[in-house]
Nanobody, 124 residues
């Protein structure tokens, strides 16, 4: 089992930037694919970005492509989400999730391990 802890959330104005971190502990982190999801009040959890075990593959939701960048540092057991040009519609709780064996998916149900989330609020 792997434990995930998100950090880096906060409140920013539209056009600003934040970098989220997802710190993992427990098992060999490089065995896990990692994804970021977000959930706004009253909405379903939605896919944001994912990264493969050794960063060879990444994927993004259309709404964040070109603005967000996912990366990882396996030596530090950490995945990052750099968020630039933030918009009010990016306001949500952001969660990181991991999947053993490196399986890549944009579906929340595919991921057995989740952090507790970090709040991102973007004001206009």
């Amino acid at each position: 089992q792997v434990r995930l802890v998100e950090s880096g959330g906060g409140s920013v104005q539209a056009g600003g930037s934040l970098r989220l971190s997802c710190a993992a502990s427990g098992r060999t982190f490089s065995n896990y694919a990692v994804a970021w999801f977000r959930q706004a009040p009253g909405k379903e959890r939605e896919f944001v970005a994912l990264i493969s075990r050794f960063s060879s593959s990444t994927d993004y939701a259309g709404s964040v492509k070109g603005r967000f960048t996912i990366s990882r540092d396996n030596a530090k057991n950490t995945v990052y989400l750099q968020m630039n040009s933030l918009e009010p519609d990016d306001t949500a709780v952001y969660y990181c999730a991991s999947h053993p064996f490196g399986s890549l998916s944009d579906l929340p149900a595919s991921y057995p391990y989740w952090g507790l989330g970090t709040q991102v609020t973007v004001s206009s």
